[in-house]
């Protein structure tokens, strides 16, 4: 077991990649005698877009927590660039209604910060006017949002996001996808997304890696839709359902420009 | 003129309401009121040994209670069975041996009920002191990583990614609640005293908007609630502990009450702008 914090890119393995930024290799988690991950290796480079898909107990959740640090693999190593900047927007974040606590007071948690830059945060996430809101009082989609804004705050170098998506309507999920991928080429950042919902990956991820405790396969979108490995685990939903995404996409663009409502 | 034993009583008194409300507030949004059930029910235990060890009884109290919190502490990530099942095996463990232990020897003096409903006679001018002492340290640690508190609280894996030493300041609440719990039972008594943690801010909770509100409401109310009970309980002869316990629920009910009617009022004004947005759509 070894968690290296410092030093260059511990294997050559990411020859292939000019500049690592997240690089797990063989990693092996056990937890309560059960094995949770096995073997994994990933690798995330400097402003890459890397979307890990997998059904409910692959171990999702797991790798993304491996990544950050907050849990040691039983096997291999788990590395990241010193000095990385990393933020973070947890899967759940339980609210207990006893805590009264406003946005940007939630915002302010994440650091000190003058109050202009948390307008400014939730405004790139597409809120606007309800820094005074309590968190407790946000819908789903607003709390993903504001989970966001508070990542985006510390300008991280690395944005991970678990299930971003969840709790979130269909037309908020391809809003928040799209964000996404605004942020990544406006501020160059890379981005680990994980996401249980083969019915939508977005169509700007550089690598889909599809995990089942192991690496399944990954690659472009288009070349996992066509893996047999993807195909046996998920069937073959997903790669239909990519179209539709860019079909729908081009949708909203199109009827934005003729100044009509979409529906 | 106020008799000194009054005087030290309501001082200290005072200094546990103002850490109480902080403190408190976090026992609260971590639920940790079994937690301090747990410390105050094992605290006769830590009585009776310091006493079989010849220590003074507070300083053991302090020991004790500290070093079960940082067994709790450590116990926080074992997983096989809930931790309000944990923490009720300990309190009344702890507790059932003490009374155990106090049995065997008898030539140990000790006023049970003193320590079970508290005695406000027995607030020394050391006990004070130590309450003085638990203020300080409690209100610069507080100021300093209040931020860090409440994010942790909030949520723990974020605010570790985000650089807060959860374990280490998580321990910290722990030995301040320890500690305020130790030092609030020579008053209220060991059945009692969480009360005085949990209350105050309870009935502060429906007036705060921000979590730093909540806490030094929770401050007022608990240091108004110990002015009034041990006056009364000066004035016409009751308990002093139950007295300030019971003036602490009375505003948490008036609290509660008061809130619901004026939320009551204000979504009857909202009601017809409510329809009337209806109708237009």
């Given at each position: ?167 979130v309507d269909v037309t908020g999920q391809l809003e928040l996808y ?86 | ?9 309501l001082l200290a008194g005072l200094g546990i309401a103002l850490v109480a409300g902080p403190l408190g507030a976090f026992v609260v949004w ?252």
């Open positions: 077991m070894q968690v290296q914090a410092t030093g260059p890119s511990p294997t050559s393995a990411a020859a292939g990649l000019a500049d690592p930024i997240v690089e797990l290799s063989g990693v092996t988690v056990e937890l309560d005698d059960r094995t949770i991950l096995e073997d994994v290796d990933l690798v995330v480079g400097t402003g890459e877009l890397v979307t890990v898909i997998g059904p409910n107990g692959a171990g999702k959740t797991t790798l993304v927590k491996t990544v950050l640090g907050l849990l040691a693999p039983t096997a291999g190593s788990a590395w990241i660039r010193p000095g990385v900047r990393i933020g973070y927007a947890p899967q759940h974040l339980p609210l207990d209604r006893s805590i009264p606590i406003d946005v940007a007071g939630f915002l302010a948690l994440g650091g000190a910060r003058p109050h202009s830059e948390f307008a400014a945060a939730l405004a790139e996430v597409g809120l606007h006017g309800i820094e005074r809101r309590q968190m407790a009082a946000l819908s789903g989609g607003e709390l993903r949002r504001v989970l966001l804004a508070r990542a985006l705050l510390r300008r991280p170098d690395l944005l991970v996001l678990d299930e971003p998506l969840s709790g799209e964000l996404i991928g605004d942020i990544r080429s406006r501020r160059g950042c890379a981005v680990l997304l994980v996401s249980h919902d083969l019915h939508l990956v977005m169509a700007t991820t550089d690598r889909v890696v599809c995990l089942d405790r192991h690496v399944c396969c990954s690659g472009t979108p288009e070349t996992v839709a066509r893996d047999p490995r993807f195909l046996n685990l998920f069937g073959d939903r997903f790669g239909t359902l990519v179209a539709l995404y860019h079909h729908h996409h081009v949708c909203r663009h199109d009827a934005a420009a003729r100044g009509e409502l979409g529906p | 003129m106020i008799e000194p034993f009054l005087l030290r009583a971590r639920r940790l009121a079994i937690f301090g059930e747990a410390l105050a029910h094992s605290a006769l235990l830590g009585v009776v040994l310091a006493l079989l060890l010849a220590l003074d009884p507070t300083l053991g109290l302090l020991l004790f209670a500290a070093l079960l919190a940082c067994a709790l502490w450590a116990l926080e990530d074992q997983r096989l069975l809930p931790t309000d099942t944990i923490l009720s095996t300990l309190a009344h463990g702890a507790l059932a041996l003490g009374l155990v232990v106090l049995s065997f020897v008898d030539w140990l003096r000790l006023d049970l009920m003193a320590y079970l409903f508290g005695d406000i006679l027995a607030v020394s001018e050391r006990d004070l002191l130590l309450v003085v002492a638990l203020l300080a340290v409690v209100s610069a640690v507080l100021a300093r990583h209040w931020r860090a508190l409440v994010s942790l609280t909030i949520e723990p894996d974020l605010a570790r990614v985000e650089g807060v030493p959860v374990r280490r300041l998580r321990l910290v609440l722990d030995l301040f609640i320890a500690g305020t719990i130790a030092l609030g039972m020579k008053l209220v008594g060991i059945v009692l005293v969480v009360s005085l943690l949990v209350v105050p801010v309870a009935a502060a909770r429906p007036w705060a908007r921000t979590p730093e509100q909540m806490a030094l409401f929770g401050s007022l109310v608990g240091a108004l609630a110990t002015l009034i009970g041990l006056t009364l309980s000066a004035a016409v002869d009751i308990p002093s502990g139950p007295a300030i316990v019971v003036t602490a629920v009375f505003s948490f009910l008036a609290s509660s009450g008061m809130h619901r009617v004026l939320e009551r009022r204000g979504s009857g004004r909202a009601r017809p702008s409510l329809a009337r947005r209806g109708g237009a759509r």
